[in-house]
Nanobody, 113 residues
């Protein structure tokens, strides 16, 4: 069955870094654009990055551009999100999604001193 399992969340200090991973199985990973989205406490879902199937084209909203980097390894069926210069407003539950079809359960990122 389809599975997306996020990992790598945790507590980081402002200005720090975290690397999220999302391991996929049960569908043709290399055929799907992959996304990361987040939901902060009490707020709606916010898309934070997208990478196309070739791993070359990536997209980010202004809120994370220059700080977050999405990448993928099609041989490992895994997508990554490198998050640098973290801010308290990055605190959220982070989800990966295959297209908009399949979603993981999320990994919690907390940015606090």
């Amino acid at each position: 069955q389809v599975q997306l399992v996020e990992s790598g969340g945790g507590l980081a200090q402002p200005g720090g870094s975290l690397r999220l991973s999302c391991a996929a199985s049960g569908f043709p990973f290399s055929s799907f654009a992959m996304n990361w989205a987040r939901q902060a406490p009490g707020k709606g879902l916010e898309w934070v990055s997208r990478i196309l199937t070739d791993g070359i084209y990536t997209y980010y909203p202004d809120s994370v551009k220059g700080r977050f980097t999405i990448s993928r390894d099609n041989a490992k069926n895994t997508v990554y999100l490198q998050m640098n210069n973290l801010k308290p407003e990055d605190t959220a539950l982070y989800y990966c999604a295959a297209g908009m079809s399949y979603w993981g359960k999320g990994t919690l990122v907390t940015v606090s001193s």
